[in-house]
């Protein structure tokens, strides 16, 4: 989803150190800031070409993932112009978000660091032959029906950010004036959309990464919702 550009890399290695169980709680509260990402949308990229502005439309779709005490935020993008994929971590040693995306029709990944300020998650990366550095901003808009995404360079790390082109649009199926709350995923907490079952009784989970999780040991979770 986010095509893009920016953050720092982690002593030039790109990799995420493994979470500690004890480390677990505070890797999903801080990922769940960021709940309002979650789900499947529309959006269009815009990017100025001399005199012209080229547009172009991706579907981008994000979900939680997990794997044993870890969890991290991960999104596809289809038709991407830039970034077909990417993993969103919390790193709690360091209390930053780190961001590993891959370029469309490439397997490297370029990582980006930051945190959340102002409402906005901001990460960067420099790049580390010219010097340049990459940012990208996202935030979310009208109760996080909207999603903006905005990418900036700057030269050789010096002076003012230009931009490089943004993505705007809105989640898939859902309507700038609806006001209906939705029912809250039992894994995560956040607004849900798809039904899980557990002896009979229906949960809601807000996206695939979830309904595994939850299928894989409803018990857990229907355990923890009770308290």
């Known amino acids: 989803m986010l ?25 999903k509260k801080a990922l769940g800031e960021l709940q309002e990402f979650i789900g499947p949308w529309n959006l269009e990229g815009t990017q100025k070409a001399g005199a012209k502005t ?15 005490d870890d969890a991290w935020l991960a999104f596809e993008s289809d038709k991407a112009k830039y970034y077909s994929k990417g993993d969103l971590k919390y790193l709690p ?8 995306l891959t370029p469309a029709g490439k397997s490297d990944a370029e990582v980006y660091e930051g945190a959340i300020a102002g409402g906005k998650l901001k990460l960067e990366r420099k790049d580390a032959k010219s010097g340049d550095v990459y940012r990208m901003t996202m935030e ?25 082109y943004q993505l705007v649009g809105n989640k898939e199926g859902e309507s700038l004036g609806a006001t209906a709350k939705k029912p809250e995923c039992i894994v995560t907490g956040g607004a849900a959309t798809i039904a899980v079952s557990y002896q ?10 979830c309904r595994d999780a939850f299928n894989e040991t409803p018990e857990k979770f229907v355990k923890a919702a009770k308290k």
């Open 140 to 164: 979310t808009a009208a109760d996080g029906i909207r999603m903006i995404v905005k990418f900036e360079k700057q030269d050789g790390g010096k002076g003012l950010f230009t931009s490089v």
């Open 54 to 68: 080229e547009a172009w439309k991706e579907k981008v779709s994000w979900g939680w993932k997990f794997k044993g």
């Open 93 to 100: 040693a360091t209390k930053k978000y780190q961001l590993s």
């Open 200 to 209: 009979g009784k229906t949960y809601y989970v807000c996206c695939s990464g």
């Open 3 to 27: 095509a893009g550009v920016l953050g720092l890399t982690t002593a030039g290695t790109g990799q995420t150190p493994k979470a500690k169980p004890e480390d677990a709680a505070k890797v």
